[in-house]
Each structure stands twice: as structure tokens, then as C-alpha cells.
């Protein structure tokens, strides 16, 4: 028997979601510039550590940005903040996604480098709140989330461009239970926040270089919202006309990165959100491991850099958070120094990691104690930063 009660409850609260994301949408017609670092003093990067391994891996990265901005912060142009309150204990005990007082700190922020924070779920002991990150990428608009894998001897030098504040994501903790039996969830996708996301990756392209951009859905499935994504695709690509790109579906996209003898046809990839979060787990793995990569949260006023893994509470319960790999905040701290306008910098730093991570290797990572510590590596990553010959070293490896 149909329970039209429930229907009618159902209907109110989706009515409910409808408005909330139109709102949104007339939001997004009227956005704002990009901020212009260049003009900005100081610029504020605050460090937020997260949860599990997240402050031990964070503090490498921020001992290595200290030492590379050294100049800066003497000279009034860059200064650092340490925000504490984004943990666990803090975002349960206050039931909030991001406590208010440290949204507000953010936000005094021009950038962040986040260290991983816990994502409660439904029976973990903790309060089911939302993920602070999903969070915090909605509240500081953060649309573009910026993934780069790159494994030279395979030449591999991939870019995921994962759109981030929408799809299953936007209302991800607005889903209702119809009856007990009916449960749904609801995806949201925009013409405006597809075009903002295709737009950059497209632009990536051009400004790097690139000749091709892959857009990836399930378009022959989920006919609607990825229906919606390829329509703005075809839309944006067509201001783009040096630039091919193709279509492909999830499924066999994340086969396809498995072909090794391909894989490196592929260069700038534009997904919407959840198939981009799996995506690029997977790419994060092929270079060497989700510890080896670095995400970008990027906005047009504010912008978010960190690891793209979470806290890793299998290895603090296997008491083996030591040897967590640092190198996915240190990959993201070296995006972060370019997003500001230091991209020597940044250059810099991802070449003392390619180095250390793939070159080299003189400490390897393994995650557990025949590997190297976390603290060993930063230290490694940190001398090899401050060799006068690192471009050269570099170059031999590289091929350059
Ligand atoms: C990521 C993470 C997050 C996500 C989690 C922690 C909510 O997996 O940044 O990819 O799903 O986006
Ligand atoms: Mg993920």
C-alpha cells in the first residue's frame, strides 16, 4: 500500500532541497574575481594538522614551506597562522562540520594547508556530522579540486580537474528515508558549476601545453546530471578549438588507467565529483601510493591545499602513524606555493620530491617500520630542498 503520508513528507523536505540549490544557483550567476595575490600583504596560509596522521605528516609540510618562504615572512609578505580546533573531538563535541570560530579563523585566510580530518560515519562511535572537508569546500566555494599524478619514466603527467562542490556531494547529508524501506539520496549538478570546472581544465590545457582533455561520467546511464556535464562540455570545448577531448565512462576509465601500455595518452582529466574522487585515489595509487599525492581545493577567494587520503586510522591502530608518508602534503604545499604566485618555489619543491619519492629513493616509505619514518623523509625532502645543485640533480634524473 502507497503511504501517502510519508510521500508527502518526502515531497516537503525535497521541496526544501529544490530551494536551497536554486538559491545556490542565482549565487553562482554573479561570481566573484579572482584573487590577486600579487597585490596581497601579507598573505596568510594557515596550517590546520586534522585528525590521526594528519598533524605529523602536515608539520613536515610546514616545516618545509616555513624554510622556502623564509624571505617572505621576513619581508612582511607572507605570514603563517596555525589554526587548531578542526579535530574530531572539537567538530563531535560541538556537532559542527567546522566549529564557528574556526570557519571564521579560515576565513581570515587568504589559503589553507589541511592536514586529512575524520569523516564520521553511521556507527564509527562518533556523531554522524558532515565531513568537514565536503564542509569546508562548500562554505569557501572551493569548485575545483586540482589532482595531479605524474610518474616520468612512465610518462605519465596526468591532471584531474574534480569538480567539488556538487553531485552526490552537494546534498550528500540531505537524503531522506522515505519508509523504512526506501532510502534516497539526491545529485545535484549545475550548467553553471560544470561550465566553472570544464572551463579550468580546459584552460589548464591551453595554458600548459596540453593538446587533449578527457571528460569522464556515466552519461549513458545517469542520462540527466551526467548528461548535463557532457552537454557543457561540448558547450566550453568549443571555445577551445585547439584543444580535442573526448568522452569516456567511469568504468572503463578506471580499467583503462590500469593499461599500462596507454595510460599515458591521457592528460587533463574533467570529472564530476564522486567519479573524480575515485579516479583519482586510483591515479594517487599508480604513482606510488595515495601518500605520494597532493590536492588542490581551488576557489576563485579562497582555496584549500591537502593530501588527497584521509587520517589512515588502520595504521594509528596498528600504531604505525611514524610512518606515514608526508609526501601528499608536501605535494600540496609545493601547489600551494605556485597558486600564490611563488612558482619557483613550488617548482622546487616538487622537484626535491620527485628526487626523494621517485628518483633517488635513498629512504623509501612503506608505511610501516621497513620504511623510513615520516620525520626521516621530511628531513630528507628538507636537505634535499637546500642543495645549491638540486636543478641539475634534478635534470640527469629526469631526462630534462
Ligand atoms: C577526498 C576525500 C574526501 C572526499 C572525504 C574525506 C570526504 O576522500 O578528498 O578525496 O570524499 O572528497
Ligand atoms: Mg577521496
Keep these: 500500500m502507497v503511504n501517502k503520508q510519508a510521500i508527502e513528507a518526502a515531497k516537503e523536505h525535497f521541496g526544501k532541497v529544490l530551494e536551497e540549490q536554486l538559491e545556490r544557483v542565482e549565487r553562482l550567476k554573479s561570481e566573484e574575481?579572482?584573487?590577486?595575490?600579487?597585490?596581497?600583504?601579507?598573505?596568510?596560509?594557515?596550517?590546520?594538522g586534522g585528525d590521526g596522521i594528519g598533524p605529523t605528516i602536515t608539520a613536515e609540510a610546514h616545516h618545509v614551506l616555513e624554510y622556502l618562504l623564509r624571505e617572505q615572512v621576513d619581508s612582511g609578505k607572507v605570514e603563517f597562522r596555525t589554526i587548531d580546533g578542526l579535530t574530531i573531538e572539537n567538530r563531535a563535541a560541538q556537532l559542527k562540520a567546522i566549529p564557528d570560530d574556526v570557519l571564521e579563523e579560515i576565513k581570515k585566510c587568504h589559503v589553507t594547508l589541511k592536514g586529512p580530518t575524520h569523516t564520521p560515519e553511521r556507527g564509527d562511535g562518533w556523531p554522524n556530522i558532515e565531513s568537514a572537508n565536503v564542509a569546508m569546500r562548500k562554505a569557501l566555494d572551493l569548485f575545483a579540486n586540482v589532482r595531479p599524478v605524474r610518474i616520468p619514466k612512465e610518462k605519465i603527467d596526468w591532471i584531474i580537474f574534480r569538480e567539488n562542490t556538487e553531485d552526490m556531494y552537494a546534498v550528500g547529508n540531505q537524503g531522506i528515508n522515505v519508509t523504512e524501506d526506501l532510502a534516497m539520496d539526491f545529485r545535484v549538478i549545475t550548467s553553471q558549476g560544470s561550465r566553472r570546472i570544464l572551463e579550468l581544465a580546459f584552460d589548464h590545457a591551453k595554458r600548459n601545453g596540453k593538446t587533449k582533455v578527457t571528460v569522464v561520467t556515466k552519461a549513458n546511464v545517469v542520462k540527466t546530471t551526467d548528461g548535463?556535464?557532457?552537454?557543457?562540455a561540448r558547450e566550453v570545448s568549443a571555445n577551445y578549438p585547439d584543444i580535442t577531448w573526448d568522452s569516456w565512462y567511469i568504468d572503463i576509465m578506471t580499467a583503462k588507467l590500469l593499461d599500462v601500455e596507454r595510460r599515458h595518452e591521457f592528460q587533463v582529466m574533467a570529472l564530476p565529483n564522486l567519479y573524480g574522487d575515485i579516479l583519482s585515489d586510483e591515479a594517487?595509487?599508480?604513482?606510488?601510493?595515495?601518500?605520494?599525492?597532493?590536492?588542490?581545493?581551488?576557489?576563485?577567494?579562497?582555496?584549500?591545499?591537502?593530501?588527497?587520503?584521509?587520517?589512515?586510522?588502520?595504521?594509528?591502530?596498528?600504531?604505525?602513524?611514524?610512518?606515514?608518508?608526508?609526501?601528499?602534503?608536501?605535494?600540496?604545499?609545493?601547489?600551494?606555493?605556485?597558486?600564490?604566485?611563488?612558482?619557483?618555489?613550488?617548482?622546487?619543491?616538487?622537484?626535491?620530491?620527485?628526487?626523494?619519492?621517485?628518483?633517488?629513493?635513498?629512504l623509501v616509505m612503506t608505511g610501516r617500520s621497513t620504511g623510513a619514518t615520516g620525520t626521516e623523509f621530511g628531513e630528507y625532502v628538507m636537505a634535499t630542498v637546500q642543495e645549491p645543485d638540486l636543478e641539475s640533480r634534478w635534470a640527469k634524473y629526469s631526462g630534462a
Design 33 to 48: 574575481d579572482w584573487t590577486d595575490f600579487g597585490s596581497i600583504s601579507p598573505i596568510i596560509i594557515g596550517i590546520l
Design 284 to 362: 594517487g595509487q599508480i604513482q606510488g601510493g595515495v601518500g605520494t599525492a597532493g590536492s588542490a581545493n581551488i576557489g576563485k577567494v579562497y582555496s584549500m591545499f591537502e593530501a588527497i587520503h584521509g587520517t589512515a586510522p588502520r595504521m594509528v591502530k596498528e600504531n604505525r602513524a611514524q610512518y606515514a608518508d608526508p609526501s601528499s602534503v608536501m605535494r600540496a604545499g609545493a601547489m600551494l606555493l605556485s597558486h600564490i604566485g611563488f612558482e619557483e618555489l613550488g617548482a622546487k619543491l616538487h622537484k626535491a620530491l620527485d628526487v626523494c619519492g621517485q628518483y633517488e629513493r635513498t
Design 228 to 232: 548535463k556535464f557532457l552537454d557543457m
